[in-house]
């Protein structure tokens, strides 16, 4: 069984709960590494790469235990990717600590049409490497999360544009053109230069996808693709 940041801290929220999380398709008997059923078990295809660039994935209320979370799928890649709850009130002092960093550039990862300041596409050439903080919920959940928390608002924010519609199918999108965290990061990676990892990242979402899929009762239809402008 795999453990990375986002398991750990899905156990801490388990082990906090006072009441048992209901996700969807509860009944199956999931891999504790994976979360996929045990049959559709991915663990072992798992390949961690090396990468210049560092995520930090701040999550959103009972993200980390949902199975269909893809933020996690990061950190399978990339063992040093740290995640932490998210609250308006009480900051985690790891993630404080996490962002403060002084040998990396943090950048807030938004779209720039959700954006209310300016934003950059391009990473400077010869800078520090990128941390990038990525906010993991719903669409409404990460705009929330911008606009309330000051404590990123020191930071540049990265969007990027991805021309493709998404490949989740895991979660109906608000828009077509929206994303899932782990497609953002390896268009991230991309453009960072981190290939190998970029590479690799995509080939374990797609495979992760894969298999969700083949664990449910009705696989949905693939929707009809179109290049469609994006930002992160």
Same mark, same amino acid.
């Given at each position: 069984?795999? /453990?990375?940041?986002? +398991?750990?801290?899905?156990? /801490?929220?388990?082990?906090?709960?006072?009441?048992? *999380?209901?996700?969807? $398709?509860?009944?199956?008997?999931?891999?504790? $590494?994976?979360?996929? #059923?045990?049959?559709?078990?991915?663990?072992?295809?798992?390949? #961690?790469?090396?990468?210049?660039?560092?995520?930090?994935?701040?999550?959103?209320?009972?993200?980390?235990?949902?199975?269909?979370?893809?933020?996690?799928?990061?950190?399978?890649?990339?063992?040093?990717?740290?995640?932490?709850?998210?609250?308006?009130? !009480?900051?985690?002092?790891?993630?404080?600590?996490?962002?403060?960093?002084?040998?990396?550039?943090? &950048? @807030? @990862?938004?779209?720039?049409?959700?954006? /209310?300041?300016?934003?950059?596409?391009?990473? #400077?050439? $010869?800078?520090?490497?990128?941390?990038?903080?990525?906010?993991?919920?719903?669409?409404? !959940?990460?705009?929330?999360?911008?606009?309330?928390?000051?404590? +990123?608002?020191?930071?540049?924010? *990265?969007?990027?544009? @991805?021309?493709?519609?998404?490949? &989740?199918?895991?979660? !109906?999108?608000?828009?077509?053109?929206?994303?899932?965290?782990?497609?953002?990061?390896?268009?991230?990676?991309?453009?960072? $230069?981190?290939?190998?990892?970029?590479?690799?990242?995509?080939?374990? *979402?797609?495979?992760?996808?894969?298999?969700?899929?083949?664990?449910? #009762?009705?696989?949905? !239809?693939?929707?009809?693709?179109?290049?469609?402008?994006?930002?992160?």
């Amino acid at each position: 069984m795999t /453990d990375n940041a986002v +398991l750990r801290l899905r156990q /801490d929220r388990l082990d906090r709960a006072t009441r048992p *999380f209901l996700a969807r $398709g509860c009944r199956a008997v999931r891999c504790q $590494g994976c979360l996929l #059923p045990q049959q559709n078990c991915l663990c072992a295809t798992i390949k #961690p790469q090396q990468a210049n660039s560092r995520f930090c994935l701040i999550m959103f209320g009972a993200e980390p235990l949902k199975p269909s979370n893809t933020g996690r799928l990061i950190a399978d890649i990339l063992p040093d990717t740290q995640a932490f709850p998210w609250s308006r009130t !009480e900051i985690d002092p790891g993630l404080l600590a996490a962002i403060s960093d002084p040998t990396r550039q943090p &950048y @807030v @990862v938004f779209p720039a049409s959700y954006a /209310d300041r300016p934003v950059v596409s391009t990473l #400077p050439t $010869g800078g520090k490497p990128p941390l990038f903080i990525m906010l993991d919920g719903t669409w409404s !959940e990460a705009r929330k999360m911008f606009r309330k928390s000051p404590y +990123l608002n020191a930071f540049p924010v *990265f969007s990027l544009n @991805v021309l493709a519609a998404s490949g &989740y199918l895991l979660r !109906e999108a608000s828009r077509p053109e929206q994303h899932c965290t782990a497609e953002v990061a390896a268009a991230l990676l991309q453009q960072a $230069g981190d290939e190998q990892a970029a590479i690799g990242l995509s080939q374990h *979402f797609n495979y992760f996808r894969e298999q969700y899929l083949a664990g449910k #009762p009705h696989r949905p !239809e693939a929707p009809v693709t179109a290049n469609l402008p994006q930002s992160a």
